[in-house]
């Protein structure tokens, strides 16, 4: 099985109150397709500047991924991003993005590439987002993610891509914002008249919460003693939940409920070191040992 | 088996950014000898004045609240609190808050109720706090909660009552505060060491966290379509928790897992309509039936 991950691939610089990084590999496509990496085979689609490390190429193709589509754009700047993190390591400030390739990125899929099993657009252009997932021939499942400027600027054509993926996860604030409802079960339920088939609020250190038209899974987030750096956990949730899916041989409810789980255990594993670090030498022992332990911070009597 | 509730009986106003309503039963005391009174026999210790109404007292006596301890102080002001609740439902501006007869309470316990199996003290003086929990002959159980008001001015003396306390409830903020660790995990480790045997960190919306010497449990919050009044939630959690705990023969962690969910169950219910008005007329078979749908939205395949 073979999952296709779009998106962006960035160098970030991320201060913290207690340390700070520059130059590091970033960008939601990153941490998303070294978390689905975990489960399954993942092909990267991306776009990159001639400034871009080849050294930062090698890391990602060295944990298996399939780095052909990751396109150097001639005379391009790969994307940067800058983030500040609050005391509380939840709240940050955007320092700069700069656009560079992705300002226009409109990216051909490699031969072949159109019959990848299953797909995950992180955050871009809606309409891109749209083309990628309805050139795949008869996706088992596809799923796409957003960030608060496309839902500002352009909410109708994220509808409309919405309507055409299998599983939709924005943050708690997006998913208010665009449903225009307070209430995290109520937004969910108005964003599934979109026409996908499962809305995924994700819901920071506090977990997620999945809604289909027959199944409502609320799992909380799993606690850590210290965040060292909180970029990308969304992304890591998203690629560890489209990873798992893709692995299983048929997506029932509760494939679903074990897949976001999967992916917050990925997510936690994320936060614990700068940028992709602790995902490039992390191993599908040690999450499912995680997962386990999920299982068990978890579990209550329901009868007795 | 019977369960001593100490604290305030007041007066709230309280307006959302959808309704107003003035002059309702309040206080965190009422809420959570309501809560526990779904599972067990509760005594309710509170001061109120001369101005208290009537119907009030013989509302919570209906619910079979024992309200003996509810005690009239002639010439006294029943304590008054008005908050503002913002669009997200989950801030608010405290509006006033007027002591009255709460500035200097210092109740004795009505005779016989120092047998009490055991004992919740809702927000209030540390000092009483540990007075009231001290003076009980060999409770099976005790809980203390606070407000910031009390861990920002005696942050030493609240520490202190939370040693002679069997579990501590206080929010995510209170919590981070307290410890002056920004993660819940660690400050939840940190705050153990005032000698209470289980830390519930209240999490709001997102449920809630218990650490002790040997068990960790997080739950999600229930997930409700629509919100009317937060105020309480915490109060109703509390109660909730130590009238299931009070109601069970034995003290186990599975027992506390359990008591945690009845717990964000009660509150769930507390908080869809003005004050206390859902309690009053809540059902135990209706808090059992919504105890097992949290089990159903919650849970997930751990091996397979």
Request: net charge negative.
């Amino acid at each position: 099985m073979t999952l296709l991950v779009s998106g962006w691939v960035a160098i970030d610089t991320i201060e913290t109150p207690f340390d700070r990084r520059e130059g590091l590999l970033g960008g939601s496509a990153t941490c998303a397709a070294l978390a689905a990496g975990l489960f399954t085979d993942v092909r990267l689609l991306a776009a990159v500047g001639d400034d871009f490390p080849e050294g930062y190429r090698d890391q990602l193709a060295s944990t298996g991924i399939d780095v052909t589509g990751v396109t150097p754009i001639p005379g391009g700047k790969t994307s940067q991003w800058g983030g500040r993190y609050h005391y509380d390591m939840n709240s940050r400030d955007t320092l700069y993005t700069e656009l560079g390739v992705n300002a226009d990125w409109n990216p051909s899929l490699p031969e072949g590439w159109e019959k990848s099993d299953t797909i995950f657009c992180a955050a871009g252009d809606p309409e891109l987002q749209k083309r990628l997932i309805t050139s795949l021939h008869q996706p088992k499942a596809s799923m796409v993610d957003s960030i608060a400027f496309f839902l500002e600027t352009v909410p109708e054509k994220f509808r409309e891509t919405m309507g055409a993926a299998d599983f939709v996860a924005i943050n708690e604030s997006e998913a208010r914002m665009l449903a225009g409802v307070p209430s995290i079960a109520k937004a969910s339920a108005e964003l599934l008249k979109t026409g996908t088939k499962g809305m995924i609020v994700k819901l920071g250190e506090y977990g997620a919460a999945f809604r289909s038209g027959h199944d409502y899974f609320i799992a909380p987030g799993y606690p850590l003693e210290e965040v060292i750096d909180p970029t990308g956990a969304g992304d890591s949730f998203a690629g560890g939940f489209m990873g798992y899916l893709d692995s299983v041989p048929e997506i029932t409810p509760a494939a679903i409920r074990r897949a976001i789980v999967y992916g917050s255990t990925v997510a936690s594993f994320q936060v614990e070191d700068f940028g992709p670090t602790r995902l490039m030498n992390l191993t599908r022992k040690e999450v499912d040992e995680r997962y386990r332990q999920f299982g068990a911070l978890t579990h209550f009597e329901v009868d007795g």
